[in-house]
């Protein structure tokens, strides 16, 4: 792929059914992590029939390695497997979180890390490589996309939950899966 191929990012969005649940994640915020890790459940739980899983991804500058991190997930997103190979990179970033992030958001192991070698662990840690992706022009199109919608809904931080459009500041990261499905299906 040259940096001039004209990209299509496949929408992380699982399930079809008319209950819509949007969660805007930063990946290596814990409590991201801690809610998409009980998204496969979820939808389990609930049915792909039945209801809409949308993943936003909402980078923020205190978690230092946010932007190279988003764009890798996005360019994996581009790739053949599309976003089952974005998934796989979440899930990598959220099994090894603390290899993606600074201690504390200002010091620690990862203060030498370069982004090459950032991008390097993700395409070893997911067995995705989307190092070429990554170096596409047109991607910034995507991440913007992403910022924009987020912006446009008034999310500020991660995770925010929405149903069916509408914003659920009373739903968190700690919910059980059970009581995010009650609500998903009122």
Request: charged residues 20%.
């Amino acid at each position: 792929m040259s940096q001039n191929t004209p990209l299509h990012a496949d929408p992380l969005v699982w399930g079809h059914g008319s209950q819509v649940f949007e969660v805007f994640l930063e990946p290596t915020c814990p409590f991201s992590v801690r809610a998409f890790n009980k998204f496969s459940d979820l939808l389990q739980l609930v049915g792909e029939e039945k209801m809409t899983l949308k993943i936003r991804l909402q980078s923020q500058p205190w978690h230092m390695y946010s932007g190279v991190i988003v764009r890798y997930i996005l360019a994996a997103s581009t790739l053949p497997a599309g976003k089952e190979a974005a998934k796989q990179v979440m899930q990598a970033v959220a099994d090894h979180r603390e290899e993606f992030e600074f201690t504390d958001h200002s010091h620690g192991p990862n203060m030498d890390v370069t982004p090459n070698q950032l991008i390097d662990r993700l395409a070893q840690y997911s067995g995705v490589d989307a190092r070429e992706a990554f170096k596409a022009a047109g991607l910034q199109n995507e991440i913007k996309w992403h910022s924009k919608y987020s912006r446009q809904n008034g999310i500020h931080v991660s995770p925010t939950f929405m149903i069916n459009g509408l914003v659920q500041p009373d739903i968190g990261s700690g919910d059980d899966i059970a009581d995010w499905a009650k609500r998903i299906l009122a």
